[in-house]
């Protein structure tokens, strides 16, 4: 797998926790700075070791699977690609039910980092399956998180509602175009 391929990745991966953090900068009392930096941080981190878990898991289960792995890439890259695409439609009600009143807490924040970085435990599998470099491919999709994240909190104060959407739709796609990518290249 590409170093471009790696970033593209990341940045489907990291759509889900852009996401949340536009609505944590729409909706967060305080210094929006902090609020940024810390969506970064937990985010980036977690998008970062769930991965990493994800491929120590599969590689057990790699030699029993090489025959199929694109079949395994392709279906769960499309699987988490169409559930971002399908929650693209819930996300203006959950940045309107939260309204302007949230306190980010460590523990808010771990619980956020968590659920938006339980997809890259799938891909870890994938990526297990295939033989990428994890070594690679976990610390780009944490800093491409980091990066995503930081400015969704900006954005979310300005422009809330299609920002998150649009995010949810874009990672969708990506992470579905890079299933079908991976399935292509051991197939033709």
Same mark, same amino acid.
């Given at each position: 797998?590409?170093?471009?391929?790696?970033?593209?990745?990341?940045?489907?991966?990291?759509?889900?926790?852009?996401?949340?953090?536009?609505?944590?900068?729409?909706?967060?009392?305080?210094?929006?700075?902090?609020?940024?930096?810390?969506?970064?941080?937990?985010?980036?981190?977690?998008?970062?070791?769930?991965?990493?878990?994800?491929?120590?898991?599969?590689?057990?289960?790699?030699?029993?699977?090489?025959?199929?792995?694109?079949?395994?890439?392709?279906?769960?890259?499309?699987?988490?690609?169409?559930?971002?695409?399908?929650?693209?439609?819930?996300?203006?009600?959950?940045?309107?039910?939260?309204?302007?009143?949230?306190?980010?807490?460590?523990?808010?924040?771990?619980?956020?980092?968590?659920?938006?970085?339980?997809?890259?435990? #799938?891909? /870890?599998?994938? %990526?297990?399956? *295939? +033989?990428?470099? =994890? !070594? @690679?491919?976990?610390?780009?999709?944490?800093?491409?998180?980091?990066?995503?994240?930081?400015?969704?909190?900006?954005?979310?104060?300005?422009?809330?509602?299609?920002?998150?959407?649009?995010?949810?739709? #874009?990672? /969708?796609?990506? %992470?579905?175009? *890079? +299933?079908?990518? =991976? !399935? @292509?290249?051991?197939?033709?």
């Amino acid at each position: 797998m590409d170093i471009y391929t790696m970033v593209l990745m990341g940045f489907g991966m990291a759509m889900d926790a852009f996401a949340v953090s536009v609505t944590n900068g729409l909706a967060a009392r305080g210094r929006l700075l902090r609020c940024a930096l810390l969506c970064s941080l937990y985010f980036g981190l977690a998008q970062m070791l769930m991965p990493l878990l994800g491929y120590f898991v599969g590689y057990g289960f790699s030699g029993y699977i090489q025959r199929f792995d694109h079949w395994v890439a392709l279906i769960l890259l499309c699987f988490l690609g169409v559930r971002m695409l399908r929650e693209a439609g819930q996300h203006g009600r959950q940045i309107t039910a939260v309204g302007r009143t949230l306190i980010l807490t460590s523990r808010l924040l771990l619980v956020q980092a968590v659920a938006t970085s339980v997809d890259a435990l #799938a891909l /870890g599998v994938s %990526l297990s399956a *295939i +033989g990428a470099n =994890i !070594f @690679l491919a976990a610390p780009i999709i944490g800093l491409t998180t980091f990066c995503c994240c930081f400015v969704g909190a900006f954005l979310g104060r300005r422009f809330g509602d299609l920002l998150g959407k649009f995010a949810e739709i #874009a990672g /969708g796609l990506i %992470l579905a175009g *890079i +299933g079908l990518k =991976i !399935f @292509l290249e051991h197939t033709v």
